[in-house]
């Protein structure tokens, strides 16, 4: 927990300690924390991520987050996305190689796509 929390600039556990209870305070910046995510996110797919749209943002962090994106559960998981836009983002992802289509056909119901490790 410590080195999670020093990863994303998070302050330290905070604990006070009484005979009837322990206290623990976790404080959160949610500001930094989003900003060393797509830190994080751009290392990973040697992209710039200001130059993606809103859409494709999105795609990627979910994929970052759930290791994997499925396409119905992206969509759901966000009431700003329209389905055929958020299809389009992950052709277009997968087109610039940023995102990995993973299907035994092309349209397979268990179509999943992952984050693509630059080299």
């Given at each position: 927990?410590?080195?999670?929390?020093?990863?994303?600039?998070?302050?330290?556990?905070?604990?006070?300690?009484?005979?009837?209870?322990?206290?623990?305070t976790l404080?959160?910046?949610?500001?930094?924390?989003?900003?060393?995510?797509?830190?994080?996110?751009?290392?990973?797919?040697?992209?710039?991520?200001?130059?993606?749209?809103?859409?494709?943002?999105?795609?990627?962090?979910?994929?970052?987050?759930?290791?994997?994106?499925?396409?119905?559960?992206?969509?759901?998981?966000?009431?700003?996305?329209?389905?055929?836009?958020?299809?389009?983002?992950?052709?277009?992802?997968?087109?610039?190689?940023?995102?990995?289509?993973?299907?035994?056909?092309?349209?397979?119901?268990?179509?999943?796509?992952?984050?693509?490790?630059?080299?």
């Open positions: 927990m410590y080195k999670n929390m020093e990863e994303y600039f998070l302050e330290d556990p905070e604990y006070v300690a009484t005979n009837a209870y322990t206290e623990l404080r959160n910046n949610i500001v930094m924390r989003n900003s060393r995510r797509k830190e994080e996110i751009s290392k990973i797919i040697n992209y710039d991520l200001a130059k993606l749209t809103y859409t494709e943002r999105a795609a990627l962090i979910y994929a970052y987050e759930h290791k994997e994106l499925r396409p119905k559960e992206f969509i759901s998981s966000n009431s700003k996305l329209h389905p055929s836009t958020a299809r389009k983002a992950l052709s277009d992802l997968t087109i610039l190689e940023l995102l990995e289509r993973h299907a035994a056909l092309p349209t397979s119901p268990n179509t999943y796509y992952t984050l693509k490790t630059q080299k």
